[in-house]
Nanobody, 121 residues
Framework: VQLQASGGGWAQAGASLRLSCAAS????????MAWFRQAPEKEREFVAL????????LYADSVKGRFTISRDTAKNTVYLQMNSLKPEDTAVYYC???????????????WGQGTLVTVSS
């Protein structure tokens, strides 16, 4: 399985961006798809996750109410809609695939290459 993240860029505070993560190969219904982010000199942190086969989602408190994770199983793609962006959202965003319903990066076996999001005030 390969994951290809895209959609990053520059945005002003309050604006919106949508990230996409296209997966090659079969994704089993039990899979969990997640987004993480890593700001400079900080550890990778959980952003959001969803079950591939169900509309179950989980969000970090810092993005709850602003970000929405979704998936299109026909396109093998997971999205992260980011609204009301803040400068503290600036980071490289990674999509990942795992099996466990987990906010821990170590539980995810497959990672995309990352896409940079920069939010200016």
């Amino acid at each position: 399985v390969q994951l290809q993240a895209s959609g990053g860029g520059w945005a002003q505070a309050g604006a919106s961006l949508r990230l996409s993560c296209a997966a090659s190969g079969r994704i089993y219904s039990s899979a969990v798809m997640a987004w993480f982010r890593q700001a400079p000199e900080k550890e990778r942190e959980f952003v959001a996750l969803t079950r591939w086969s169900r509309d179950s989602t989980l969000y970090a408190d810092s993005v709850k109410g602003r970000f929405t994770i979704s998936r299109d199983t026909a396109k093998n793609t997971v999205y992260l809609q980011m609204n009301s962006l803040k400068p503290e959202d600036t980071a490289v965003y990674y999509c990942a695939r795992g099996i466990q319903w987990s906010m821990q990066p170590k539980e995810y076996s497959y990672w995309g290459q990352g896409t940079l999001v920069t939010v200016s005030s």
